[in-house]
């Protein structure tokens, strides 16, 4: 089983909303669409599902060419973040009606639903209509049905936003375990860094429309082909410095300067762009090599363990996050550290260079 993108774009009312895309979708694996809002994730998914036909380009499904084919006629279940319900069925007949569509014998369909039902927490829900759900509850039910329909191609469009803490993270390691043991094909849309790593398998990262890489979750993390790769796979946004290096002497922006470092050492003299990202950024000094940067505290944000803070470095906007609640004086200098393995070195135009040496090492 395989879905193949090949040359696929789609443009609404001369808005380029998917540049021309090539991808490749196995069977029994686990697909993150990745980037922020107004990306192509949902554009992307609605291509593949046959609701919306590419200007250019064809979608292959097991070898065979469906374009043109209607999403009825194609075995896709999408479950959007707006969930969507059946408001005068119960939420048992909600979830049971993909089987009945499908011809299945009773005793199938309920074991299928109850089955469902028990991993979403329904169970004490199943004779209520789904007004009488809560938002989380509703989604949930839209998720079960998904869940039953027992389809070779299954898209969720950022499902679990809508849910609480505890279920969302139960969900994250149950669902695609469900998917690939059907052998069907999973594509996960997300805004959040974070939950695609959670989910592993493989990664897309979008960007305006443009898929800038596709791969192993882990390694398109780690080592990402460019500077908006790399944005896109971190939260907050990855820090960049402009640094030249001549000889053995590496030049900030800002005008300091220290000897070269890492894999600084390698490469040739130049104007380069260096990357971190903000879980890198210290207050205090860890070792021996970690470059000093002086910056003022524009903001914190205290999340309760953590703490962001929105630094001027030189007129550049950087986003640092450290452990624990600190008690920062806004508008006040603050010096911060970052250990250089930590450093990804990216070109000009923001193609890499070489990675940071901790994610090449791992």
């Known amino acids: 089983m395989s879905l193949v993108l090949q040359g696929v ?3 609404v009312n001369g808005q380029t909303h998917i ?16 980037g922020p809002t107004s990306a192509g994730k949902t554009s992307l998914m609605r291509l593949m599902a046959g609701l919306d036909v590419p200007n250019t380009g064809k979608v292959i499904w097991n070898g065979e060419d469906v374009t043109g084919m209607r999403v009825q006629d194609r ?4 479950v959007y973040q707006q969930f969507i319900n059946y408001p005068s069925m119960t939420v048992y007949n909600n979830i049971a009606s993909p089987m009945r569509l499908l011809g299945k014998s009773n005793d199938e369909i309920d074991s299928a639903v109850r089955k469902a039902a028990d991993l979403m927490q329904l169970t004490p829900m199943l004779d209520r209509k789904p007004l009488e759900l809560s938002g989380g509850q509703q989604q949930r039910c839209a998720l079960a ?7 070779g191609l299954v898209l969720l469009d950022e499902p679990l936003a809508n849910l609480d803490y505890k279920l969302r993270e139960e969900l994250r390691a149950e669902i695609p375990k469900i998917f690939e043991e059907a052998g069907s094909i999973f594509v996960y849309a997300t805004t959040e860094p974070e939950e695609a790593l959670l989910l592993g398998g493989h990664t897309a990262t979008l960007w305006e429309g443009r898929i800038t890489q596709f791969g192993l979750t ?3 993390y780690r ?3 460019d500077a908006t790769t790399a944005r896109v796979f971190s939260d907050p946004p990855m820090n960049f410095l402009n640094i030249t290096k001549a000889g053995d002497t590496l030049t900030f922006g800002d005008g300091n300067k220290v000897a070269t470092f890492g894999n600084f050492k390698t490469v040739a003299d130049g104007s380069y762009v260096a990357g971190f990202r903000p879980n890198h950024l210290e207050l205090s000094k860890q070792s021996d090599d970690a470059l000093e940067f002086a910056g003022k505290l524009n903001v914190t944000e205290i999340t ?3 703490t962001f803070i929105h630094l001027d470095h030189h007129g550049e906007n950087w986003v640092g996050l ?6 920062l004086k806004i508008g006040a200098p603050l010096n911060v550290y970052l250990d250089p393995t930590h450093v990804y070195i990216f070109a000009e135009d923001g193609t890499s260079v070489a990675p940071a040496s901790y994610a090449a090492a791992a």
């Open 9 to 11: 774009s789609k443009v």
């Open 19 to 34: 540049h021309p895309t090539d991808l490749e979708l196995q069977s029994g694996t686990m697909n993150v669409l990745l």
């Open 75 to 78: 075995g896709v279940a999408m």
């Open 145 to 151: 049905r998904a869940l039953v329909k027992d389809a």
């Open 218 to 220: 882990p390694v398109v």
């Open 223 to 225: 080592q990402p082909v």
């Open 304 to 306: 309760g363990s953590e």
């Open 322 to 327: 450290v452990h624990g609640v600190k008690d």
